[in-house]
């Protein structure tokens, strides 16, 4: 990997998610098109953030280019019911925009 992008856990290209080889599947499965392939935790990887999840929990990795230790009052965090907005104050957000599913604020 590029110093960089273990510095700031950056997925390499090969190891982003890639989408279901529609030719491979099988009866039955055609809601999977378009879909992309589940990383190993049944999340995905892309670009500027990851996810992995469970039936209970998800959990949303973002890796912040910063030139210094990234404290819990630098970052900027919205999160309503079907939108997050993650990045550091005073810069434009990392990921930014309506999510799949309603999220439960109050947990």
Do not use: M
């Amino acid at each position: 990997k590029q110093w960089y992008q273990r510095k700031y856990g950056i997925p390499e290209p090969e190891e982003l998610s890639k989408p279901v080889d529609e030719s491979k599947l099988e009866e039955g499965e055609e809601s999977e098109k378009g879909k992309l392939v589940p990383n190993n935790c049944n999340g995905a990887n892309y670009p500027h953030y990851s996810f992995t999840q469970t039936l209970e929990e998800l959990e949303v990795r973002v890796p912040l280019k910063a030139n210094f230790k990234v404290k819990s009052r630098d970052c900027k965090v919205d999160i309503r019911e079907k939108f997050l907005s993650v990045g550091l104050k005073n810069q434009d957000p990392v990921i930014c925009g309506e999510t799949y599913a309603k999220i439960l604020t109050d947990e």
